[in-house]
């Protein structure tokens, strides 16, 4: 193993992170964060304008995003390669909580997580990415702090 | 009050939400969700390439994006205008939990919501719009069910 062992660092490290949006009618809203911008939509079948991705859809996105960061950056701290990076995930939401016809969760009933990545590093260095991209990343704690049952699977290829 | 009595529906209305993710190098994920895409990144303070918003800032923009989306459907439900509808989302996040340095969660100390709004509703039907959008907004609900302490104002605007 190359990991190394970690200090605990006793002072928070605390970061704001900052969105805006503005309704521009018909469920659409204009999202400013920093100098970027994009805008949240639903698609027809719900109503909206389909002028961009829907709220899951970005958070899905957001998700992936986010384990990718995660996996890159403990790939280095590791000292091992990885190639490919690619997630897929999926969340399955029951509409009636939205709609409140329902007393069921407005969010997500499961989400499935597939990884995919290539790389050479040994069994146990592999263990160790996954324990710690699943430990460290934000979005994938948020979903799962939120008893959402997130099943993830890793399709790992190994050089041949 | 304009809100009718709800019905409870038994039939579960499953809808599945996906996106896929494929790094492109130096902690940056091109998302495709449908036909939209955006890039998802981290600023060069963080290691980055700043392409993109980071995954924090969309996760944000979701937040913003779904509580519009909930206001203006609970509105219309409710027969009541709703305009100018902002949403401002920050989120705080002990960067410890990311790196891996002490045992602190990865995601939100706290996130502030603020929403904006004029209209002429009376009280009681603000008062029934606020809870219905609480209690109905996914993206709301999952931070909250993820032990967030999550805390919203509303400021809204009335007609002189």
Do not use: K
Not at 7 to 28: E, M, N, V
Not at 49 to 70: F, H, K, M, Q, R
């Amino acid at each position: 193993m190359t990991a190394t062992a970690t200090t605990t660092d006793p002072t928070p490290r605390l970061a704001d992170f900052t969105a805006t949006g503005a309704s521009t009618g018909q469920l659409s809203t204009a999202v400013e964060a920093r100098h970027f911008s994009f805008v949240v939509a639903e698609p027809e079948s719900l109503g909206g304008t389909d002028e961009g991705a829907n709220p899951i859809e970005y958070l899905l996105g957001s998700l992936n995003g986010c384990v990718t960061v995660v996996i890159e950056t403990v790939a280095t701290e590791l000292g091992i390669t990885v190639e490919g990076v690619r997630t897929d995930a999926t969340g399955t939401i029951d509409l009636r909580g939205f709609a409140g016809t329902a007393d069921v969760s407005p969010h997500f009933q499961q989400v499935t997580l597939t990884v995919t990545l290539a790389t050479a590093a040994a069994e146990d260095e592999l263990a160790e990415l996954r324990a710690r991209v699943l430990r460290r990343c934000p979005v994938f704690n948020l979903i799962r702090d939120a008893g959402v049952d997130i099943r993830e699977t890793w399709d790992v290829r190994r050089p041949s």
